[in-house]
């Protein structure tokens, strides 16, 4: 029975001894072309994410009515300790930052923007002064000002800037009656407003998720029951256009906003796509390659001749060979693979130039989504590099790019071969999507069972109770070949990159958690075939 090792780091050597396996070039399977392969199994389980810990960027904007009328409605300003009651509860969450906003006709104090210092918050929401007349236009626009401002600078940050995807933009809107000055056509333009900084922020600038809520303080209208319903209409709908909750307080009293916003951003997780995929191999028309700088080019393409007797590169034969042991033989940004399949006629990118990528310098292997393109070569490519699966069809852009489908668009229903398996289930299992044989598929698929092995309950009888999916994977028959070594790993050495993907079950589409670890196997000396994968990294 073979041994079962276990993976405690995020890059594992395990060692496989090598074995010859014969595999079909003809009608026989007993005649076919010998090459050197062996395989491996990763077997393990894993929890998916726990939904009650709070580690998605979530903004807050707490946009508050100061106007004249305040004076009558919350004299004692029980809406300004509200807010910051709200603001400490909320402030232990370190991916939380929060944004103050006291309008009236104008925007009469703020933070500027974001912030976690709680001196500066405290500064201005005690600072406040109830004057003027309400324009709520005024006060939505700074708002939507701030989160793009915050955005930006997020941009900038390569730290942060993949984190935009799972940002969750929330508007606290307070007030006790109705803009000034009024009517249909402010009403209408205050919609519109709402509409177009969802808009802005979800379509154009790709956060996860827009919320609006709304807060109504309705003491000096009730007795005014045409501009009672006029408000409470108003503010409905300000909040359902933004996705978001209405609120109504009768008197200055049952202020609360704590438990009102749900923070969390969902209840439970669940999996997307699981991919494991040895970089080292390549399927071929009838068998598969070894691919020793994982660049995507096998060793007798990048050589265009054969090896001498002593197993090494003759320079005088090899003429415009790239080197089968560095990924980027001319060190630009831009893979030996990517710079063939990328270039035109005239040799536009040239993968003996490197002085035609135009990639900054110091940024040549930089991968920030880990997905197998650098940076370089995904802005070239056009595909994200914040994002390892751009198209969002399960299979990272890297792992497409290498295996000949666009990671521009997604593959559920493409069939390059016509053989009845989708691009992205042959890619998934390492088959070749252009070669319909049913035998050839068989015989180099990987194998995956995956299964669902039921919810955990986390921290029960707490205040941070979760639930989390125990998920089962083995995923089997993946080869490995004797590498030759490159300027990162040692002969015989095959890196098998493992992705896993998870969203909200009640945000699907939305932007997944990626995990992912890298297994290193060599294929010389004797040690276990399967592998029990329990770590992985976060993306």
Same mark, same amino acid.
């Given at each position: 029975m073979d041994e079962v090792m276990s993976v405690n780091s995020n890059l594992l050597r395990v060692i496989i001894v090598g074995c010859a396996i014969l595999v079909s070039g003809c009608s026989s399977p007993d005649l076919e072309l010998a090459q050197s392969r062996s395989k491996v199994t990763l077997t393990g389980e894993f929890l998916?994410?726990?939904?009650?810990?709070?580690? %998605?960027?979530?903004?807050?904007?707490?946009?508050?009515?100061?106007?004249?009328?305040?004076?009558?409605?919350?004299?004692?300003?029980?809406?300004?300790?509200?807010?910051?009651?709200?603001?400490?509860?909320?402030?232990?969450?370190?991916?939380?930052?929060?944004?103050?906003?006291?309008?009236?006709?104008?925007?009469?104090?703020?933070?500027?923007? %974001?912030?976690?210092?709680?001196?500066?918050?405290?500064?201005?929401?005690?600072n406040y002064n109830n004057t003027s007349t309400t324009n709520y236009i005024n006060a939505i626009q700074t708002a939507e000002q701030h989160f793009l401002a915050e955005i930006a600078d997020m941009?900038? &940050?390569?730290?942060?800037?993949?984190?935009?995807?799972?940002?969750?933009?929330?508007?606290?809107?307070?007030?006790?009656?109705?803009?000034?000055?009024?009517?249909?056509?402010?009403?209408?333009?205050?919609?519109?407003?709402?509409? &177009?900084?969802?808009?802005?922020?979800?379509?154009?600038?790709?956060?996860?998720? %827009?919320?609006?809520?709304?807060?109504?303080?309705?003491?000096?209208l009730q007795a005014n029951v045409a501009d009672y319903n006029t408000a409470v209409n108003l503010m409905t709908n300000m909040a359902n256009m933004g996705n978001g909750i209405y609120t109504e307080f009768e008197n200055d009293e049952d202020i609360e906003f704590i438990n009102i916003v749900d923070m969390r951003l969902t209840v439970e997780y669940q999996v997307k796509f699981i991919i494991a995929f040895n970089t080292n191999v390549r399927p071929g028309n009838e068998i598969v390659y070894v691919d020793s700088d994982g660049d995507g080019l096998t060793d007798e393409e990048e050589l265009d001749v054969d090896f001498n007797h002593n197993g090494r590169i003759d320079p005088e034969e090899v003429g415009r060979a790239t080197n089968p042991m560095l990924r980027d033989t001319d060190n630009d940004g831009l893979s030996d693979f990517f710079e063939r399949k990328m270039s035109t006629i005239d040799n536009a990118l040239d993968p003996l130039n490197p002085a035609d990528s135009g990639c900054p310098f110091g940024a040549e292997t930089m991968d920030r989504d880990r997905d197998g393109l650098t940076d370089c070569e995904e802005v070239i490519k056009g595909t994200s590099y914040n994002?390892?699966?751009?198209d969002s069809d399960g299979i990272p852009d890297g792992i497409e790019f290498n295996m000949g489908t666009n990671p521009l668009e997604a593959q559920f229903m493409n069939d390059s071969d016509f053989d009845g398996v989708p691009d992205w289930l042959e890619v998934q299992r390492h088959t070749n999507v252009r070669?319909?044989?049913?035998?050839?598929?068989?015989?180099?698929?990987?194998?995956? &069972?995956?299964?669902?092995?039921?919810?955990?309950?986390?921290?029960?009888g707490t205040e941070y109770q979760s639930k989390?999916?125990?998920?089962f994977f083995n995923i089997s028959n993946i080869d490995i070949m004797r590498t030759q070594g490159s300027d990162t790993f040692l002969p015989g050495d095959n890196l098998i990159r493992f992705f896993i993907a998870e969203v909200p079950e009640d945000m699907p589409n939305s932007n997944p958690v990626y995990r992912v670890a890298d297994i290193v196997v060599n294929y010389f000396d004797t040690q276990s075939r399967i592998i029990n994968v329990d770590s992985f990294e976060a993306l």
């Open positions: 998916t994410e726990n939904p009650d810990v709070i580690n %998605f960027p979530i903004r807050i904007s707490l946009a508050i009515d100061c106007s004249g009328s305040m004076m009558g409605s919350d004299p004692e300003g029980a809406r300004i300790q509200a807010a910051w009651d709200f603001i400490q509860t909320y402030h232990d969450y370190e991916s939380v930052k929060f944004d103050v906003i006291l309008w009236n006709n104008t925007i009469s104090r703020t933070t500027g923007g %974001f912030t976690r210092d709680l001196e500066a918050i405290e500064g201005v929401l005690f941009r900038n &940050d390569n730290a942060q800037s993949a984190n935009i995807a799972r940002m969750k933009c929330i508007v606290m809107f307070f007030s006790d009656g109705l803009p000034d000055p009024g009517g249909s056509i402010v009403i209408n333009e205050i919609y519109n407003t709402i509409q &177009d900084m969802e808009e802005h922020l979800v379509e154009e600038q790709g956060v996860a998720l %827009f919320n609006f809520h709304t807060f109504f303080l309705s003491t000096l994002n390892p699966d751009t070669i319909n044989d049913d035998k050839i598929r068989a015989r180099y698929s990987y194998y995956y &069972d995956i299964r669902d092995l039921g919810l955990i309950e986390l921290n029960q989390r999916r125990n998920i």
